[in-house]
Structure formats: C-alpha cells, structure tokens
C-alpha cells in the first residue's frame, strides 16, 4: 500500500501530473489494477481536476473524481474539502491507493537516544493500562520479564491502574517490586485514554512512547521488532503487533483463527503498539481527546488522513497472544463500542466518513456473515468503550 500526499488544488506544481508526482510519492505508469481515491484540498480548480483525471485515465488507473457542488459539499460538513466518492466496494488491498485530504504532516522527529558503552541506545515508555487484570497479571508480568533487549534500549514500564475493583493494584504493586524491569505504578480516572495519557505524562524519558494490554502475552521479540520497525522505516509515526489467538476455535472469533475468513483489520491494533513520541502532542490531537474512548481507532483515521496509510504500520514479527471472543453478547459488545467510537470521531471531523469503506473488513466466510448480521441487529449505541468478558 503506497500512501500518496495530495496536490493542493490551485498551486502552481502543475507539472507533477505528467510524472504522476505527488510530492514524494509516485505512482508508475502501468499501474492497472489500482484504484485512486483522491481528495483535493483548498479551491475547486476544474482544470486541475481534468487534467489530473486526463493523465490517469492515460495511464490505465481507474480515478474517482468529483462532480459534487462546493455549496452542497459544505453544508453537509466536508470543510469545503473537495471528494471523491469511494466505489461500492473495494475489491482488495492492492487496488487502493488512498489520498490524505489537505498537506501531509511532516513525521515527528527523531527522538533523542541515551547514550551506552555500545553506543546509541533507544529510550522507550511503555504504557500498561490496567482494569480488573488481577488474574492476568502474574502472567503478563512472567513473559514481560523474559522479553529481550537486542538493541540495548533504555525501558520504562508505567502501568496504570485505572477503574479496578478486583485487587489489581494491590497486585500490581507487589510484581512491579519484585521486577527486574524499570516498573512503576500509578492510577488515573478510568478509561483506557485516561489511562494511557497518564502514563505518558508520567514518563521520565524523551523516546518512544508505547502501550502494551495487560490480557496479553507477550512473545519474547515483541519490544525489539517493535522498536526495530520504528528505527528501521522514518515514514512510521506508530507501528503495532499482530495479535494472535491463545485459545481454541469459536465461531465468535472466526476471523482470529481462520484469516481467509475476512479481509486483514486495517485498523492498527491497540494490544501492543509503538508511537514516534507522545502522539497526544501531535497537530490537533488535543481537540478529539475529550471524546476518545480507546485510542487505536482515533489515530487510524487521523494519521491516514493527515499523514498517509504508510505512516502506520505492522512490526514484523511483532507478535502478542490473546484470548478471543467466546460469546454472542461479547460480539455485540464489540461492535457496538467500535461502531459508537467511529461516529463520535466522524461527527467531529466528517471528512473521517472517507475512509470507512477502506477501513470495513470484507467478509468471505458466509457463516461469519451471517453471525455478523445477527449481532449487529443486536447493537447499542454506547459511550463507554466496553469490556468484553470472555477474553478475561
């Protein structure tokens, strides 16, 4: 997947087209089978948009273009942004190429390294909100414990305690003295985003800033093919684990053991991920915090908005283990905190609606299907982000 930065209609760089330049992306001549989803920011510029469109029907890629009026477009809430309507459906990944709307941010910088006898050493906080996590502590601290240190890095561990009513202080505090690791424990207001920005503010280190679930079980390599991804590729703003089933088969969680299943999520995953600094420093970050309840969904849709799909990506071989979903009323529970989540972000910034159809899983498997259809009759718009207990 190529994210590509989109020309600002009315400039001057007109002779990108002929090249298929945009900015510091190209897309070749020849590229068939790929679909361009193109948002165009700042004034209508109708000359632009056909030539734009002349060039590309040239070189045999399919583009969406706009014919939308400016009027119509605004009052429904787009920012006067100018769009292109995505196709019904989108038949894989390698036929989106998918625009940001407006210039692309540049990556944050690079963050300061501590200096070792080996020389440069990266410095990382990690971020381990926790909730009724009592029975899955001990474990998650065991395979913590035995993660390795390949590149030397310098690691902080903040887990918060947040909304416990189960002892999961109490027991945190005992594992966290007992660590060889670099743990402390604090508490905040419930919520995973509470959680997760108190641990940031209470990091003591200018580096990396990560969150890592406390249900999971971590593969030996997790921290170092996370830090390695980030370090290796300077386009990545965040970088995540795949996370893998710990359990057996259940036709609740049908995708997670059988991926011909439904299309890979493109949404990054939250169980363990990495970002390039304190992502809620980032350019209006701070204007959705107060609405957020989980933060992977939130900085899915914003970086590849404002920066580009090829800002976020999957470590390789980055794994954690977790237990799936077991059960109907989980299902829906699932849903229903994703898709609740979704509309709060799209009611603040309407331009996210753009890349749900990029986002929605595409679903093969007909039993799936068919549970899906059941369990979304069944959802509920809710303001929490909700606890699914069958993969406790």
């Known amino acids: 997947m190529t994210a590509v930065q989109v020309l600002r209609s009315g400039s001057p760089r007109v002779p990108w087209l002929t090249g298929l330049r945009f900015d510091d992306a190209v897309l070749p001549a020849g590229s068939a089978s790929v679909t361009v989803l193109c948002c165009l920011d700042g004034p209508f510029d109708p000359v ?53 709307a407006g210039p692309r941010l540049p990556a944050p910088p690079a963050v300061a390294r501590s200096v070792t006898s080996n020389g440069p050493a990266q410095r990382t906080t990690m971020v381990i909100p926790v909730r009724n996590e009592r029975r899955n502590l001990p474990t998650f601290f065991a ?23 189960d002892g999961s202080e109490e027991v945190a505090r005992d594992l966290a003295a007992g660590s060889t690791l670099d743990v402390r424990v604090v508490t905040s207001p419930p919520g995973i985003v509470a959680a997760f920005r108190t641990g940031i503010s209470q990091s003591t280190m200018d580096g990396f800033v990560g969150k890592l679930d406390a249900d999971v079980i971590v593969h030996p390599r997790l921290l170092d093919a996370l830090e390695s991804h980030l370090v290796a590729d300077d386009r990545l703003w965040v970088t995540h684990a795949e996370p893998l089933p710990a359990d057996s088969f259940s036709r609740f969680s049908e995708p997670d053991h059988r991926a ?37 969904v939130f900085f899915s849709f914003y970086l590849s908005w404002f920066a580009g799909l090829d800002a976020i990506g999957l470590a390789p071989g980055a794994y954690v283990y977790q237990k799936t979903i077991r059960d109907l009323p989980d ?45 979304a009759a069944l959802t509920e718009e809710t303001e929490e982000w909700l606890r699914l207990e069958s993969t406790k």
């Open 48 to 100: 632009l948009l056909r030539e734009c469109r002349r060039v590309l029907d040239d070189r045999g890629v399919a583009f969406f273009g706009s014919t939308v009026d400016p009027a119509a477009l605004s009052d429904a809430g787009f920012c006067d942004r100018y769009v292109a309507p995505a196709p019904a459906a989108l038949t894989s990944e390698r036929q989106v190429l998918i625009t940001h």
């Open 143 to 165: 395979f913590l414990e035995n993660a390795t240190n390949e590149l030397d890095s310098t690691r902080e561990f903040v887990v918060v305690v947040n909304g416990c009513n």
């Open 260 to 296: 011909e299943s439904a299309s890979p999520r493109r949404y990054f995953n939250g169980k363990a991920s990495l970002y390039r600094g304190n992502p809620f420093q980032w350019k209006d970050v701070d204007g959705f915090a107060a609405r957020l309840r989980a933060e992977d």
């Open 331 to 375: 299902l829906v529970r699932m849903l229903s905190r994703t898709r609740s989540e979704i509309g709060r972000l799209v009611r603040a910034f309407p331009g996210f609606a753009l890349l749900n159809p990029v986002f929605d899983q595409k679903v093969f498997s007909p039993a799936w299907a068919e549970l899906l259809a059941e369990a």
